[in-house]
């Protein structure tokens, strides 16, 4: 029995296999930890910020998300697939995370100088005074910031799997902010002291991973033109096709804060905080299963294997996602509050949509953590054409209508990515690098 253990444990396909037991007992119980955690901040916030302060929120955090998109452009994208082909040399991935945090820094001014403008005219539409917005802006920008810099420093932890010290990071920021949230909003329920106790933990944070960061990767090293033009060609390819989802990713919120009431806002950013399960899997999809991918050797029947292997676990992910959502749709709604309880229909259809959100967005970063980028004229094209196709056919006046138009529009993303995955794996030459 003893020799037959050994045996075991000797393997090379146990030890990967353990490698990854780990790796996934790990994060996955450290972002139920942190969804968990950041649940109870929503409902806290969804539940003591008065209708009028909610739908402000939501509108903020909406164009946060916008921002955030914008600024990036595919820059943290370019950083992964330049450093998966780097990512055991200390000194030069720190060259590409340095070229990468260059680029940001512009790409963060152009974003806000675009995106403020249009928060403040919105703020202003659902009547929040001049000094409201302005304080709701002055709220926003640490927390854009910060975001920014936390997703290009967790890069070369994640290259080298080193996810637990970034799995306790994340429970510390949950964790403060569930604090800081629970108490202030008692005492001043307005949305400004909300954005502002949520992004402030990310100071923090960004301290504890820049240490981890430099671990390995040379935080000191200077840009590399080099990196800088293959990033930039990522950029280029990926931006276009950013701009577009900054506005088709947040279409329902778009939609109903211009044509809808600011109670309609309010609903869709309180069903908009319920797929907590989506956002912990993308958050283990991001750390795990992306860098793997990244790094797999550039063997066609290899890199088709682990492509369908991830595809299959994607689908049965998401029909279990579903499922529960229809089994506990009572419950679910119940937790938002009275004045949402009448909205099940809307919830199932959204979280439906979601899910094949969800799936064809994370068929699109299979792709360009590898470097490959469908051209924007392609995508942008078929994308705009999906929308125009589903507003001829869907009534869009309601909620539940905007939410029919978004699974419509995610199955041509989702079929349009898959098959673009799978003509550039077809035509991958063994010895590419």
């Not at 037959?4 to 780990?22: D, E, F, M």
């Not at 950029?235 to 276009?240: C, F």
Request: glycine share 8%; proline share 3%; charged share 10%.
């Amino acid at each position: 029995m003893k020799a037959v253990l050994s045996q075991l444990t000797n393997n090379p396909s146990y030890a990967k296999l353990w490698h990854w037991i780990k790796l996934v007992s790990i994060t996955g119980t450290a972002q139920v930890t942190v969804q968990a955690i950041g649940f109870i901040s929503g409902i806290l916030v969804i539940r003591l910020l008065p209708t009028q302060e909610y739908a402000l929120y939501t509108l903020a955090n909406t164009m946060l998300g916008t921002m955030t998109v914008l600024a990036d452009g595919g820059i943290s994208t370019g950083v992964m697939a330049k450093g998966g082909k780097v990512w055991q040399d200390r000194q030069r991935l720190g060259e590409v995370l340095a070229t990468g945090f260059n680029l940001r820094k512009k790409f963060a001014v152009v974003s806000l100088c675009i995106a403020l403008p249009i928060l403040v005219y919105l703020l202003h539409h659902h009547d929040a005074s001049w000094t409201m917005s302005i304080l709701i802006v002055l709220a926003l920008i640490p927390a854009f910031f910060t975001s920014l810099s936390g997703t290009l420093l967790e890069i070369a932890p994640k290259l080298h799997q080193e996810v637990a010290p970034l799995q306790k990071i994340q429970v510390g920021v949950a964790l403060s902010r569930l604090v800081l949230l629970s108490l202030s909003i008692f005492t001043f329920p307005v949305t400004f002291i909300a954005i502002l106790s949520a992004g402030l933990p990310q100071i923090w944070a960004n301290r504890r991973i820049r240490k981890i960061s430099s671990v390995f990767a040379d935080t000191t090293q200077a840009i590399n033109l080099t990196d800088q033009k293959e990033i930039l060609y990522m950029v280029k390819r990926l931006l276009p096709e950013a701009i577009y989802y900054c506005v088709s990713g947040q279409l329902t919120i778009w939609l109903i804060s211009i044509y809808g009431s600011t109670a309609g806002v309010a609903q869709a950013g309180a069903l908009g905080r319920l797929p907590v399960a989506l956002t912990l899997f993308t958050v283990l999809f991001g750390s795990l299963v992306l860098p793997f991918f990244s790094r797999t050797p550039a063997v066609k029947t290899i890199v088709l294997q682990q492509y369908l292997k991830i595809q299959a676990g994607l689908v049965v992910l998401g029909l279990c996602i579903v499922g529960g959502v229809v089994l506990f749709s009572g419950p679910i709604l119940t937790i938002l509050g009275p004045q949402y309880t009448g909205l099940t229909s809307e919830l199932i259809i959204m979280m439906v949509g979601s899910t094949i959100s969800f799936i064809a967005t994370s068929s699109f970063f299979l792709c360009t953590c590898r470097g490959w980028v469908i051209n924007p004229a392609i995508s942008i094209t078929i994308s705009i054409g999906a929308i125009i196709a589903g507003v001829s056919i869907i009534d869009v006046s309601t909620l539940k209508g905007i939410f029919w138009l978004n699974i419509f529009t995610s199955i041509v993303h989702l079929i349009m990515h898959l098959a673009y995955g799978i003509h550039r794996i077809v035509t991958i030459k063994n010895d590419a690098n």
